[in-house]
């Protein structure tokens, strides 16, 4: 064997270490092609920092820096990079589209012709604030739901509560002042705050002014509004003064007479825009002609049984049912078996023409005798009558005292129901704790005998969901003229936001039901009214209501009269329910 040297083993590297020095040459082109990247890449706005010093040379040598030429080239991440620019383009692209599409959208729904586009380039960040711009736009020009106006609910109302999350501008303590000039403003039907007068204008005296009525007969033991029997607080005995003494009832039903007369005048004279009569077992609005656009006095009253319909009847009475559904029978006398309207219309109109009555009895005699011919007994024939008459009032009384029982009288048939209910003992009641009281009447404006009656308020502080609201309640006959009013009473004070509850008498709710009392108005009717819509207001300019409030009233779209049981006010407009 020669003399050979073993080898020299100081040179070999352990496994570990290769590739420790391998991963550590990787990082060092990963970091290289990153840099490299960065430099091709589009310039991005920075800082202009000069760097000198030994720091400047590090700087240049790493910008200048060749690309390691061992560094293996990815096609794939690539060609990724080479379609990202045109991928930006593309996209960019179709964000312009689309937005070219809603802007033409939007112009064509606001009937203006789209403008032709400026540039044809658009950048991702400009296309998003385009289209923000037109989001801020298409949510600015939708209106605001809700309306400018309060509806008109000819429903009376026992109880209403205002709720607030800013205090009143008033309070329930007035000064004297105050409570004098309010008085003052409501007797003489001053618009305080709009007219130039010498009277106290705080908001507490014009809030004072709203919550007034008039009312006849006015006892104050005995609560007459509402006159459900079941809802009176007063026991027998202490009307028993009046129930048992035939002279004070007399003199209670003379004085109410000359009080009824006095607004019935007063109405037609045009001097009254409305007032009500409370009975125990109906209500009855009457109108003065421009109201609501009907161009004569009209009269609405509810509920109503099949007895009171036939006592019309015999004091030939002409009265029509709109709420009525259209079930007409040859045979039913009583409420629809004598038609003077076509029966195409849906009014069930009462007529008490001979001529129509004897019609009927001869036919009611000419099947009697075809009976006869037929070989059936008489005891037979009375039978059959019988159920017939049977089916035939069970039919008339199905709407008793509901609200599809409501009568609309208009005209000269108006007057004729004034003397019907002011001759009429039966409205006043012989029994229960308003035993010998006439019904209550209830108006806007002065009449004779009438007392001024103060609505009861209270204000007081709630929560809601841990939120502090303001309430204010009013009690008492709130006719329709009073929540207006305390709106636009708000509203001057700039109450930006405020929500009303109201307690109704059911019983009245077909008032507002009934519209203009003309379910489907004809042609004829509609003609009738369009004058009215022009005039109504004019002819009542003395009946104690300021201009705006007037034009309300006077208004003819039927869509104004709704049954309101809750009402918001919020961004200048009303919602109600």
């Known amino acids: 064997m020669g003399d050979s040297k073993p080898p020299d083993t100081s040179e070999w590297k352990h496994p570990n270490e290769v590739m420790q020095l391998h991963r550590l040459k990787m990082r060092k082109r990963a970091l290289q092609a990153r840099m490299n990247r960065t430099s091709l890449g589009s310039p991005k706005p920075s800082l202009d920092i000069t760097i000198t010093g030994p720091l400047s040379e590090l700087a240049s040598s790493v910008a200048q820096k060749r690309k390691n030429p061992f560094m293996k080239n990815d096609r794939r991440k690539r060609s990724k990079d080479d379609l990202e620019p045109d991928l930006e383009a593309s996209t960019d692209s179709v964000l312009f589209e689309l937005m070219k599409g809603q802007a033409s959208t939007v112009q064509n729904d606001e009937n203006v012709e789209p403008k032709p586009t400026e540039s044809p380039s658009l950048s991702f960040s400009s296309a998003l604030s385009k289209l923000q711009s037109l989001d801020n736009y298409v949510v600015e020009s939708e209106d605001p ?17 205002f709720m607030s999350l800013k205090p009143f501008p008033w309070n329930g303590k007035l000064k004297t002042s105050e409570q004098a000039s309010g008085t003052t403003g409501f007797v003489r039907c001053l618009d305080i705050g709009e007219q130039e007068t010498t009277l106290d204008t705080s908001p507490n005296a014009r809030f004072h002014r709203c919550c007034l009525v008039w009312q006849h007969p006015s006892l104050p033991w005995l ?46 004279a045009r001097q009254c825009p409305f007032f009500y009569v409370c009975a125990n077992n109906f209500t009855a609005l009457f109108r003065a002609a421009g109201i609501c656009g009907v161009s004569e006095v009209h009269v609405l009253l509810s509920p109503t049984t099949r007895g009171f319909r036939q006592a019309l009847k015999q004091e030939d009475i002409e009265y029509t049912m709109p709420l009525r559904a259209e079930e007409k029978r040859r045979s039913d006398t009583t409420d629809s078996g004598c038609d003077t309207l076509d029966s195409s219309t849906s009014n069930t109109v009462i007529s008490t023409d001979p001529v129509e009555g004897e019609r009927h009895l001869h036919d009611d005699e000419d099947e009697d005798d075809l009976l006869e011919s037929l070989g059936i007994e008489d005891s037979e024939i009375k039978k059959i009558n019988n159920v017939q008459k049977r089916i035939i009032f069970e039919k008339e009384a ?29 409205a006043v009641a ?23 009656k103060p609505l009861k308020v209270r204000e007081s502080t709630v929560r809601v969901d841990k939120e502090k609201f303001h309430s204010l309640e009013i009690k008492g006959p709130l006719l329709p003229h009073i929540l207006p009013s305390l709106c636009h009473l708000m509203r001057s004070s700039h109450l930006e936001q405020f929500s009303v509850s109201f307690a109704q008498l059911s019983s009245t709710n077909a008032f507002s039901a009934a519209k203009h009392g003309l379910e489907s108005p004809s042609a004829d009717d509609n003609d009738e009214i369009q004058p009215q819509s022009v005039f109504g207001q004019e002819n009542l300019s003395d009946c104690g209501f300021n201009s705006e409030l007037l034009s309300h009233f006077c208004n003819p779209d039927i869509s104004r009269i709704q049954v309101v049981e809750a009402l918001k006010f919020s961004n200048d407009v009303y919602t109600w329910s």
Request: aromatic fraction near 10%; charge should be positive.
């Open 430 to 452: 012989v029994t229960g704790a308003l035993a010998g009281v006439p019904p209550t009447l209830l108006a806007p404006i002065a009449f004779h005998g009438a007392t001024l």
């Open 223 to 268: 609560e007459l509004f509402p006159r459900a029997a079941g809802k009176v607080s007063a026991s027998l005995s202490s009307n028993s003064a009046i129930a048992n003494n035939q002279f004070v009832k007399d003199a209670l039903f003379s004085e109410w007479s000359e009080s009824f007369r006095s607004l019935f005048h007063l109405l037609r």
């Open 398 to 426: 199905e709407v008793d005292a509901l609200k599809q029982s409501l009568v609309f009288i208009k005209g000269v048939e108006a007057q004729a129901l004034f003397n019907f209910l002011i001759n009429c003992k039966s």
């Open 145 to 161: 739901k809700g309306v400018s106006y309060i509806p008109i609910d000819w429903s009376l109302n026992t109880k209403v509560r």
